[in-house]
């Protein structure tokens, strides 16, 4: 069973820090990676996916990577600001299109 | 990216009654839809997976009787609630997968729904 894992929980930071989110996931055999963003009490946004044949995706200030082998993705975020405060969620697609959902980092900018 | 919507957004009923909320893919065509759950401060848990012209797959632990879903058409998918009890209050979100283009595969959500069961 695909288990996701996101670290850390939490997070805070002043505004225009460079940060890195980082999720792992217990099973390799994947189809591909997403990550969404939360607003409360709101649905998601698709942010970034990555296919499993792909080591990196780009958008904006965004950048995700993907090693698959070792179970890892990172989400980094260039010159955070406070419009960037929400909860970003990774997603393992195992096959079928069923997400495996991690817990989320929730990150706070502050300004 | 593609649009999922949602209706209704918010719904407060009293126990015993049922609640439907649709799901609707605007701009594409799904045939398969996902119906998650998410309770507070949890992450999303996948319910069911919806299926155009056939019986939806249930989740291990997802009762099939009270969570109803059918899948009208390949625009829609509805979730009905069966006598809703204070324990299914819950914030309810749909999925829906682009089928073609560089995002094949990548799920586009519905904006929820909040579902107050008293």
């Known amino acids: 069973k695909q288990e996701v894992t996101q670290i850390p929980a939490a997070l805070s930071v002043p505004e225009g820090e460079n940060l890195v989110l980082n999720c792992s996931f217990t099973?390799?055999?994947?189809?591909?990676l997403q990550w969404f963003r939360q607003d409360p009490g709101k649905g998601l946004t698709s942010l970034l996916l990555?296919?499993?044949?792909?080591r990196e995706q780009t958008s904006g200030r965004l950048n995700a990577s993907l090693d698959k082998s070792s179970g890892r993705s990172t989400l980094y975020i260039a010159a955070s600001q406070p419009g960037d405060s929400a909860t970003y969620l990774c997603?393992?697609?195992?096959?079928?299109?069923?997400?495996?959902f991690g817990k989320g980092t929730m990150l706070l900018v502050s300004p | 990216g593609a649009v999922v919507s949602q209706h209704p957004s918010r719904v407060i009923c009293k126990s015993g009654t049922s609640v439907k909320i649709e799901c609707r893919s605007l701009?594409?065509?799904?045939?398969?839809m996902f119906w998650y759950r998410q309770f507070p401060k949890q992450s999303l848990m996948l319910m069911a997976t919806?299926?155009?012209?056939?019986?939806?797959?249930?989740e291990q632990g997802v009762e099939k009787d009270k969570f109803l879903i059918n899948h009208a058409s390949l625009t829609l998918s509805t979730l009905t609630v069966t006598s809703a009890h204070p324990e299914d209050s819950s914030f309810y979100i749909c999925?829906?997968?682009?089928?073609?283009?560089?995002?094949?595969?990548?799920?586009?959500f519905g904006p929820g729904t909040r579902l107050t069961v008293l």
């Open positions: 999925s829906a997968p682009s089928q073609t283009g560089p995002s094949y595969n990548e799920q586009f």
């Open positions: 099973d390799s055999a994947i189809y591909n």
């Open positions: 990555i296919q499993s044949s792909q």
């Open positions: 997603a393992v697609n195992s096959g079928y299109s069923t997400l495996t």
């Open positions: 701009d594409f065509q799904a045939t398969t």
């Open positions: 919806s299926n155009e012209g056939s019986k939806a797959t249930y």
